[in-house]
């Protein structure tokens, strides 16, 4: 951050820009509080916005904080968030230097507590009941000696060697392992797509479509056994078509996948139990480096995977790259329509102001032009005219001179060039009158044109135009003083008069009744000027 020079201030305070000091803060912030657990009540959330964020506020009894969840972090979380849930939240503290506030950005979220835990479960479970996914008439028998069985669980953990080894010891079968996470972020989705997995296979593909799935875990806390209370869990489990037992926890952990299995064995010890019957012991050689190889092989897997999650959080995720471009691009989405308004109203007054310079005037100017062009053009054909007269005299005088020179050779040439002078003339004359004939005819509608727009036609219908001593039309009361001479222009003449400040007053009393003056004789009006010729 590099501050400006402050050679004129009265103090050695150093002057930063709005946006160093912005930025400045925000790197201060994001260091000092990258990653951090926040505690509180979700207040004003409405679900996710059209870009797939979702903005609302965490608070308790005395302050609150700005929080979002980037739409790429959505899928990661356990449960969905709901307005006044008490939850905890972790991420790191940002702020938005636009409008000078910071917020969360949540990476994780859970419930604050077991009593919390507790109440949503109790809620999901009266909500999916009423949807009847735990009727007992949905739940369907186990089959007696199935040959294939499917076992959804963690490769890594003992549970899946505790049902191997109880299946070899009852009954040898097939059994396919679909390997899960049962514990932490995304579990319970990988779970669901396991038991709807399963249920996609065909019974003659590469891999046996099972008879029976065991979905199976170890004991655990509420919040180990989390996973399995998950809705898409709960709904995978009740639309299987393939029988299914329940082996989640000890025998005293419930779970909402256990209503919804067919069957619920109290441990996953019993659920091998209860899917096959009981047979010879089995080769305990063969089972213990199986379990070894495939425990191996998950630790390796295990091994590789930290070392790449390591790397990854080395760099920044997208959704840190984008945090900034994202929130401008949803203001200014928000603030589309008004700008669109705005334009709008920009251009209707940009067409009043083009609107209003169209006027009489223009017109009167383009008659007058027309009437130019057309003088000069008759001007014109008049010139040419002569000249094609006299051109045509010159050629008959020339000839003339020839035949009286040579009378007896030239005499039926000079009657061929007399007809064809006669021919020429009629051409001509003819030429000429349709030319007038045409030109009058655009004069007189020019002047149809024009007589139309005068202002005598309106004094015709009644109307008239007063004018004071300097021979100009008063348009407006305030212009006109009493006493001031004027004049009326009737549509056949003018009359003189003088102004007065009001109507007279009527005298009501009886008396001689006046004398009537004789009618003055109104002068003959002047005759309107009449339009010369135009040829």
Sequence with gaps: ??????????????????????????????????????????????????????????????????????????????????????????????????????????????????????????????????????????????????????????????????????????????????????????????????????????????????????????????????SFNDEAVVRAAAESQIPLISAVGHETDWTLIDHAADVRAPTPTGAAEMAVPVKADLDAQIANLTARLRHCSSRHMDHRRQTVRALMRALPSLDQLLALPRRRFDEASAGLGRGLERTTVVKRRALERSSSGLRLELLTNRLAQQRQALADRLTRSERCLERQLLKGQNRVDTAAAKLAALPARLAGHLQRERQHLTSLSRHSDTAIRHALSRSRANVMAQDRVLQSLAYTNVLKRGYAVIRGEDDKPLTRAADVDAGRAISIQFADGRVAAVTGEGAPEVDKRPGPEPKRRPATKAEPPADPPKQGSLF
């Excluded at 400006?4 to 260091?31: C, H, M, W, Y």
């Design 1 to 226: 951050m590099t501050p400006f020079p402050a050679p004129d201030s009265q103090s050695n305070l150093t002057e930063f820009s709005v946006s160093e000091l912005s930025g400045s803060i925000k790197r201060t912030v994001e260091n000092a509080f990258d990653h951090v657990r926040v505690r509180g009540e979700i207040s004003g959330y409405r679900g996710q916005h059209s870009s797939g964020h979702a903005y609302f506020s965490l608070k308790d009894d005395r302050a609150r904080i700005d929080a979002v969840i980037w739409k790429g972090t959505f899928p990661r979380l356990r449960f969905r968030p709901e307005e006044g849930m008490e939850v905890i939240a972790t991420g790191k503290v940002t702020t938005f230097p636009g409008s000078s506030k910071y917020q969360i950005v949540i990476e994780n979220m859970e419930p604050a507590g077991a009593g919390a835990l507790m109440a949503l479960i109790e809620e999901r479970r009266r909500r999916l009941g009423a949807e009847g996914l735990f009727d007992q008439a949905r739940k369907r028998p186990l089959p007696y000696l199935p040959h294939v069985i499917g076992v959804v669980t963690s490769p890594t953990g003992a549970v899946i060697r505790d049902i191997l080894h109880r299946i070899s010891d009852r009954f040898p079968v097939h059994v396919v392992v679909w390997p899960v996470k049962v514990q932490g972020e995304g579990s319970g989705d990988e779970v669901a797509a396991a038991i709807r997995g399963f249920n996609t296979f065909e019974a003659n593909g590469p891999i046996p479509r099972p008879d029976v799935l065991i979905i199976a875990r170890g004991g655990g806390s509420l919040e180990d056994l989390w």
